[in-house]
T-cell receptor, first 112, second 112 residues
Framework: DAKTTQPPSMDCAEGRAANLPCNHS???????VYWYRQIHSQGPQYIIH???NNETNEMASLIITEDRKSSTLILPHATLRDTAVYYC?????????????FGGGTRLMVKP | DAGVTQSPTHLIKTRGQQVTLRCSPK?????VSWYQQALGQGPQFIFQ???????QRGNFPDRFSGHQFPNYSSELNVNALLLGDSALYLC???????????FGEGSRLTVL
């Protein structure tokens, strides 16, 4: 699976949009971009994933560049409960299993 | 609908001992994966079980072994514990072998 690069930490004001970048310049054509987050002392939580089109669900939006070498996770109205470590992961979706390779992630601090 | 449940939540062992951690997958899920998360790091994949067999394995020594039961629940066994085995052990389940992962809250192991 391709490696990803994320900033180690970011701050965001409560109520504002949080934009978390991820670089995956070596991504292959059959690799998806996944985002998980981990709130302190809890297990990771799935947020969203995409292949090449932008995606949106009730939690967030995922914007993938046209060349697929980077993406941005957007939390439209961040709350204090969104404070967590956010992991960007790229992986092949197929019959070989669903192993996730976690990097260091971005520690997002939402401030009042 | 119960999510992924793990037991025990916390435990303390001494070097050289053996430990067994247990996981019940989310209702309807048939695939279980185990991850190790050291303090301050992202989770690392240990192995995945499907149809009572180990299907994928990460870079962990043979001291780490597992089992999946007919009811899809799973155990992680670690023999000859080392200080470096101190970590949060996360169980994740999915509907199929390549499906989305749902994580439990983890079992925190401390080796003294």
């Amino acid at each position: 699976d391709a490696k990803t690069t994320q900033p180690p930490s970011m701050d965001c004001a409560e109520g504002r949009a949080a934009n978390l970048p991820c670089n995956h310049s070596t991504i292959s054509g059959n690799e998806y971009v996944y985002w998980y987050r981990q709130i302190h002392s809890q297990g990771p939580q799935y947020i969203i994933h995409g292949l090449k089109n932008n995606e949106t669900n009730e939690m967030a939006s995922l914007i993938i560049t046209e060349d697929r070498k980077s993406s941005t996770l957007i939390l439209p109205h961040a709350t204090l409960r969104d404070t967590a470590v956010y992991y960007c992961i790229v992986r092949v979706v197929g019959n070989a299993g669903n192993m996730l390779t976690f990097g260091g992630g971005t520690r997002l601090m939402v401030k009042p | 609908d119960a999510g992924v449940t793990q037991s025990p939540t916390h435990l303390i062992k001494t070097r050289g001992q053996q430990v067994t951690l247990r996981c019940s997958p989310k209702s309807g899920h048939d695939t279980v994966s185990w991850y190790q998360q050291a303090l301050g790091q992202g989770p690392q994949f240990i192995f995945q079980y499907y149809e009572e067999e180990e299907r994928q394995r990460g870079n962990f020594p043979d001291r780490f072994s597992g089992h999946q039961f007919p009811n899809y629940s799973s155990e992680l066994n670690v023999n000859a514990l080392l200080l470096g085995d101190s970590a949060l052990y996360l169980c994740a389940s999915s509907l199929v072998v390549n499906g989305e992962l749902f994580f439990g809250e983890g079992s925190r192991l401390t080796v003294l």
